[in-house]
């Protein structure tokens, strides 16, 4: 089974960005990655995912402001944050589940991935 890990998380000020980072343990190829976050007190909730040849797939909360992207050669994937803003406060994870981001259901469904991530904590101040 792949595992995951996560880098990046800081503290920063609204508007500013970052780049978060996951590696995986083995070569991804046929893998949906995504990324997901869990605010204080909230339910884990999908920001985005992304398919083996580069389609991607992001809530709406998250378009226009984040962008995931992923380098098959080095295993890693990526999500870069822009304007960020203190709503944005949450740890983030990244998951890997095999087969496409649709296959047996939503890409933003958590049961269907399968290797997460401990996390990395993005902490946007006002």
């Known amino acids: 089974q792949v595992e995951v890990v996560e880098s990046g998380g800081a503290s920063v000020q609204a508007g500013g960005s970052l780049r978060l980072s996951c590696v995986a343990s083995i070569y991804t190829t046929y893998y949906c990655m995504g990324w997901f976050r869990q605010g204080p007190g909230e339910e884990r909730e999908g920001i985005g995912a992304?398919?083996?040849?580069?389609?991607?797939y992001y809530a709406d909360s998250a378009k226009g402001r984040f962008t995931i992207s992923r380098d098959n050669a080095k295993n890693t994937w990526y999500l870069q944050m822009n304007s960020l803003k203190p709503e944005d406060t949450a740890m983030y994870y990244c998951a890997a589940r095999s087969g496409g981001c649709l296959y047996g259901g939503n890409w933003y469904s958590l049961p269907e991935y399968n290797s997460w991530g401990q996390g990395t904590q993005v902490t946007v101040s006002s």
């Open positions: 992304i398919e083996d040849d580069g389609r991607t």
